[in-house]
T-cell receptor
């Protein structure tokens, strides 16, 4: 089976930097994605790592270490609007030739003024 | 707006009843995925269809079934409903069967919130 672990809640202040960690156990690993979800709305894609290293997209960066089965999402220059739930998702090979994203339970990020 | 449309947005029903949730994927996307999100839970994968055929199955209960039609829209049928089935049901789509090509990106609809009383 597959399992993902991420903190349930992280709190930070505006302008700060926060890191949300994700560790996973899976077979057929293909890549790690991050999604943002505001208040039960539609999850939206943030980033994807298939290879080791750091991917940067504006204020958000994502890191992957395949040997450690570990990744993180780094949010810089935090804004109030960044308050949301953040999910890591392992993309792994499934039967039938598909690659199905399996999501963690999510990390609730609370940004204070 | 992701381009994925789900109806209804909200649904309230009683235990033992049956409901159908509908999803229209983004134009051009052949894959549809169904996920269930209960309170404070992650997104639990239920089932995937690609171009009309079932491609992968997750933790979908036998009381639940789905299908994808020739026009690529999909329906999730939930029967003999129980209180524990109350949840947000998300549909997502991607172009190929590999969950979003090079980036693995899924495009999610706004979800259907099901309340079973």
């Amino acid at each position: 089976g597959q399992s993902l672990e991420q903190p349930s809640e992280v709190t930070a202040v505006e302008g700060a930097i926060v890191q949300i960690n994700c560790t996973y156990q899976t077979s057929g690993f293909y890549g790690l994605s991050w999604y943002q979800q505001h208040d039960g709305g539609a999850p939206t894609f943030l980033s994807y790592n298939a290879l080791d290293g750091l991917e940067e997209t504006g204020r958000f960066s994502s890191f992957l270490s395949r040997s450690d089965s570990y990744g993180y999402l780094l949010l810089q220059e935090l804004q109030m609007k960044d308050s949301a739930s953040y999910f890591c998702a392992v993309r792994a090979h499934a039967s039938g030739g598909s690659y199905i994203p399996t999501f963690g339970r999510g990390t609730s990020l609370i940004v204070h003024p | 707006d992701s381009g994925v449309t789900q109806t209804p947005k909200h649904l309230i029903t009683a235990t033992g009843q049956r409901v159908t949730l509908r999803c229209s994927p983004r134009s051009g996307d052949l894959s549809v995925y169904w996920y269930q999100q209960s309170l404070d839970q992650g997104l639990q994968f239920l089932i995937q269809y690609y171009n009309g055929e079932e491609r992968a199955k997750g933790n979908i209960l036998e009381r639940f079934s789905a299908q994808q039609f020739p026009d690529l829209h999909s329906e999730l049928n939930l029967s003999s409903l129980e209180l524990g089935d109350s949840a947000l049901y998300f549909c997502a789509s991607s172009v190929g069967s590999g969950a979003g090509g090079n980036t693995g990106e899924l495009f999610f609809g706004e979800g259907s919130r099901l309340t079973v009383l």
